[in-house]
């Protein structure tokens, strides 16, 4: 069983639509949840940083952790086309080096 | 400006060649990290440094080696170029602390022909 699940998609939505993106992890020891947004040959950019269960909004960005259930997501807003891209989750247990990746969900969002 | 430098960007090269992937960041973080991605595939790492002359192999097996020699500089090298190396390498750092949060470069799409 892989650490980290996430649905790869592809995902297509039309400008303006609210999107969940999810992931579900086994390990309850993780502790640090984040999502990372990669467009077409680009590096992964931090776009959201979480620490244990709650929300974290920022702009049109919300994430969500619910340690019970080992469920995190990333809601976006009023999507743009230019939110189209690859978004990953990752997490880790706190001090320690590795971060635990999903596949990543390929998101369109057309206008 | 802060940030984190990979060259080149993209690489084709011939099997049996020796290649380097340079990785500098600017950031002063002391944590660098290499990872290989493949499509549809999650990231693996495959190198990491806590600090200057500290290097540890990841998750992933690799042939390539790394050097830390300076705090801002962490190259990776193949001695000898395979098909199966082609891949995308990324390079990443992180502060020292408990968060972990990664600040990626824009990665080197590596070719092996």
């Known amino acids: 069983q892989k650490e980290v699940e996430q649905d790869p998609g592809p995902l297509s939505v039309p400008e303006g639509a609210i999107v969940s993106l999810n992931c579900t992890y086994s390990?309850?020891?993780?502790?640090?949840f984040m999502w990372y947004r990669q467009y077409s040959r680009k590096g992964p950019e931090l776009l959201m940083y979480t620490y244990s269960s709650g929300n974290k909004e920022d702009g049109r960005f919300t994430a969500q952790v619910d340690k019970s259930s080992k469920y995190i997501s990333l809601f976006i807003r009023d999507s743009q086309p230019s939110d189209s891209a690859t978004y990953l989750c990752a997490m880790s247990v706190g001090g320690a080096n590795n971060l635990f990746f999903g596949t990543g969900t390929r998101l369109t969002v057309i206008p | 400006e802060a940030d984190i430098y990979q060259t080149p960007r993209y690489l084709v090269i011939g099997t049996g060649k020796k290649i380097t992937l340079e990785c500098s960041q600017t950031m002063g973080h002391d944590k660098m990290y290499w990872y290989q991605q493949d499509p549809g595939m999650e990231l693996h790492l495959i190198h990491y440094s806590y600090g200057v002359n500290s290097t540890e192999k990841g998750d992933l097996s690799s042939e390539s080696t790394v050097s830390r020699i300076r705090t801002e500089h962490f190259p990776l090298t193949l001695e000898s170029a395979r098909p199966s190396h082609t891949s995308q390498y990324l390079c990443?750092?992180?502060?020292?602390?408990?968060?972990?949060?990664?600040?990626f470069g824009p990665g080197t799409r590596l070719t092996v022909l």
């Open positions: 390990n309850s020891a993780f502790q640090y």
């Open positions: 990443a750092s992180s502060e020292s602390g408990r968060s972990n949060e990664q600040f």
